[in-house]
């Protein structure tokens, strides 16, 4: 009827009447097809055929994307199959194209912005209901897993995402800031490999968890980061804050407000370390200890002198409870040090740096109970326990005969330290505590360039006598080998002897003065030029032939060997006398020098020495860096049975088909790096 209406009207020439009756019928024709998808795609919803009215709603939307209704009944058909992220995203996307936000044209097309208005705000409801549905069903597994558990989980997580979970939900913030463990050590960088902002994102939520933080260090911050975080301190809540670190960072403008914070926390801070960089004015010293009453563990590094002014305000009542203090400047002269020394009258561990030997009278006199001291260089370290029982036997009289520095490390290369007026001190302050000292670094200089009078400057440490030393190590010059030679042979107790690092020639006169130590078990040789490979060999030799009498006597053994980085070639005599050590348990070469030849033999005897014996301990094996081993050196190593352990690495001449032995020898933990060797 309509297609002849429209006929009709064209032969009697109404053609606009024909138009419209044709545009009508268009319009009537569309809108019958959009309700005909519409409801068949709502009835294979019924039908749970959810991708079959999935199509249809999608030729609803193709016919007419301006329209909402193919998208309402998109999203409909997901929530009916519960994809509810799905019926989101749909709806957003009509709402998009129903946007006039870059129509200006209001007036003319008013009507139809209203229109597109109502659509969206359909789309709108329909994206919420969605949503609901979705948070609806979302489960939370972490809540429901045991509280333990929950712990156990946060405890591996990093500290930038432990920040991540605190905006997650109400409850995880509560489970999070209620486990004081996973915020008690916090740490703060500005490193790249760390998130931007850290400082910023942890000051914003510090309110969270700053009452369980034990223990914070700030890493190379900036002056700005720094002050935020001073300022933060002040007015957060740390009252449980015993360790605080401020490392490689920048104070300048700061110290006022750390002195602030130490006012607030030093009823509870126990370390307290500043490593400040260069440019930075000298550390209010004085001002800083005068707020630190229970303070133990104090370390200052930073390049620059300590003056007068800077120790201003030093408390004049003693800090007793200080038992741990690092001095590390640019250069500390010695009354500044006996001020500072002075209101610690308890010090256990000493560290000095940038001294000169003047400052060993002042130690002497007002450390009475110094344990571990270290001039120049970095002191021997105490358990938390072992500083514990020390504090508690210092007011004890059966304890006195043990008083004195029972570790000392010092340094003596330095240009200030050239003058021999007080060489002297340092030889004093070695036999006054000779009874008790147990281990001992001794740097004097490797080379002759160094110091051509070395040997006549401490010509005296040949009267030191230490019955109870077993730790050594020495870092000396030629001229030194008479000395050193006799000062070894005053150490009977000896066990542990280093040599390094950075020795122009350790001479066979040393290596035999060694050879006397009956108690040794371990022979460290670092970073040395030239060494005297007979009296090498002949110490070995000594070791080998005592066996027999320590096996009776039930005597210490030889057990380690390392050569780490010498520059001279190890001969065959000496690679076999190693060998043959019978209470061998441990060799360790890096970078040592000897033929292919003499490699292969070296490792036959081991394993003629070792895996003919029941009673062999021998069980690591440590090759770094040595072109000279091959393919029969793994050989020989794999034939021995006590062998446990073997590391390889940066030998360029064995090849993989040379590890099969030891790969699929079960007894033995091998260690390599793959890309280190040749393929055949």
């Known amino acids: 009827m309509l297609l002849t209406n429209c006929v009709q009207n064209v032969e009697c020439q109404n053609l606009q009447v024909a138009i419209d009756t044709a545009t009508n019928g268009i319009n009537e024709m569309f809108d019958n097809l959009m309700s005909l998808l519409d409801v068949r795609a709502a009835t294979f919803g019924l039908k749970n055929q959810v991708n079959k009215g999935l199509k249809d709603a999608y030729r609803m939307i193709d016919y007419s994307p301006t329209t909402p209704a193919g998208y309402l009944r998109c999203a409909s058909l997901f929530i009916l199959d519960n994809k509810y992220n799905a019926a989101m995203e749909i709806c957003q996307q009509g709402m998009n194209a129903l946007s006039f936000e870059n129509d200006?044209?209001?007036?003319?097309?008013?009507?139809?912005?209203?229109?597109?208005?109502?659509?969206?705000?359909?789309?709108?409801?329909?994206?919420?209901?969605?949503?609901?549905?979705?948070?609806?069903?979302?489960?939370?597994?972490?809540?429901?897993?045991?509280?333990?558990?929950?712990?156990?989980?946060?405890?591996?997580?990093?500290?930038?995402?432990?920040?991540?979970?605190?905006?997650?939900?109400?409850?995880?913030?509560?489970?999070?800031?209620?486990?004081?463990?996973?915020?008690?050590?916090?740490?703060?960088?500005?490193?790249p490999d760390e998130k931007t902002d850290m400082i910023g994102r942890v000051l914003s939520r510090q309110h969270h968890f700053s009452h369980h933080v034990q223990h914070?260090?700030?890493?190379?911050?900036?002056?700005?980061?720094?002050?935020?975080?001073?300022?933060?301190?002040?007015?957060?809540?740390?009252?449980?804050?015993?360790?605080?670190?401020?490392?490689?960072?920048?104070?300048?403008?700061g110290y006022d407000e750390c002195v602030g914070v130490l006012s607030r926390v030093k009823t509870t801070l126990k370390s307290l370390r500043f490593s400040l960089k260069a440019g930075n004015n000298p550390l209010p010293l004085g001002s800083i200890l005068a707020e630190c009453d229970n303070l133990k563990t104090f370390d200052y590094l930073?390049?620059?002198?300590?003056?007068?002014?800077?120790?201003d305000g030093i408390p004049t009542t003693p800090i007793n409870s200080l038992n741990d203090l690092t001095l590390a400047c640019g250069s500390l002269p010695t009354p500044q040090l006996e001020r500072i020394l002075k209101c610690c009258p308890r010090v256990l561990i000493l560290s000095c740096m940038n001294c000169d030997t003047s400052a060993l009278e002042v130690v002497e006199k007002l450390c009475p109970y110094l344990y571990s001291f270290g001039l120049n260089a970095s002191p021997y370290e105490l358990s938390d326990d072992d500083k514990q029982s020390l504090l508690n036997n210092i007011d004890d009289p059966q304890t006195h005969s043990s008083l004195g520095i029972h570790h000392i490390y010092f340094d003596v290369r330095a240009a200030w330290l050239s003058v021999g007026d007080h060489d002297e001190s340092l030889i004093r302050i070695l036999k006054n505590n000779a009874n008790v000292l147990e281990t001992a670094k001794m740097r004097f200089g490797g080379f002759i360039e160094d110091d051509e009078n070395q040997g006549a400057r401490w010509e005296n440490l040949r009267?030191?006598?230490?019955?109870?030393?077993?730790?050594?190590?020495?870092?000396?010059?030629?001229?030194?080998?008479?000395?050193?030679?006799?000062?070894?042979?005053?150490?009977?107790?000896?066990?542990?002897?280093?040599?390094?690092?950075?020795?122009?020639?350790?001479?066979?006169?040393?290596?035999?003065?060694?050879?006397?130590?009956?108690?040794?078990?371990?022979?460290?040789?670092?970073?040395?030029?030239?060494?005297?490979?007979?009296?090498?060999?002949?110490?070995?030799?000594?070791?080998?032939?005592?066996?027999?009498?320590?096996?009776?006597?039930?005597?210490?053994?030889?057990?380690?060997?390392?050569?780490e980085h010498c520059f001279s070639e190890l001969s065959k005599?000496?690679?076999?006398?190693?060998?043959?050590?019978?209470?061998?348990?441990?060799?360790?070469?890096d970078g040592a020098y000897m033929t292919q030849d003499t490699a292969e033999s070296f490792a036959w005897t081991l394993a003629h020495q070792h895996g003919n014996r029941s009673s062999s301990s021998f069980h690591t094996m440590t090759l770094i860096s040595m072109d000279c081993v091959t393919d029969p050196v793994l050989r020989y190593l794999n034939d021995i049975p006590s062998l446990r352990k073997v590391k390889l690495s940066h030998l360029r001449n064995i090849t993989l088909e040379g590890l099969e032995c030891l790969q699929s020898n079960t007894r033995i933990s091998l260690d390599f790096t793959p890309h280190s060797f040749q393929k055949k």
């Open 216 to 253: 914070l260090s700030a890493d190379e911050l900036s002056e700005d980061e720094t002050y935020d975080l001073l300022i933060e301190l002040i007015y957060g809540t740390y009252s449980k804050l015993e360790s605080l670190d401020f490392w490689s960072s920048d104070m300048d403008d």
């Open 463 to 563: 009267t030191v006598v230490t019955p109870h030393l077993r730790s050594l190590t020495l870092n000396f010059n030629l001229t030194m080998t008479s000395v050193i030679s006799t000062f070894l042979s005053n150490c009977p107790a000896l066990e542990t002897l280093v040599f390094g690092p950075g020795i122009e020639f350790i001479p066979s006169g040393v290596f035999q003065a060694a050879s006397r130590l009956s108690k040794l078990k371990e022979l460290t040789v670092y970073l040395a030029n030239e060494l005297g490979d007979h009296g090498l060999s002949l110490l070995f030799k000594t070791f080998s032939n005592q066996e027999e009498r320590n096996q009776y006597e039930g005597t210490n053994h030889f057990q380690k060997f390392k050569l």
């Open 573 to 589: 005599e000496t690679a076999h006398s190693l060998a043959k050590i019978p209470s061998l348990q441990e060799i360790y070469l």
């Open 104 to 191: 200006h044209n209001e007036e003319e097309n008013g009507t139809m912005h209203e229109k597109y208005r109502e659509a969206q705000k359909i789309l709108e409801e329909k994206y919420n209901e969605a949503k609901t549905l979705e948070n609806q069903g979302r489960v939370d597994f972490i809540t429901r897993l045991p509280s333990d558990i929950i712990c156990q989980i946060l405890d591996y997580l990093p500290f930038s995402a432990l920040l991540e979970t605190l905006n997650v939900s109400k409850v995880w913030r509560n489970y999070v800031t209620v486990y004081p463990k996973i915020w008690s050590n916090m740490k703060l960088t500005t490193y």
């Open 302 to 311: 930073q390049p620059c002198t300590v003056t007068e002014e800077a120790l």
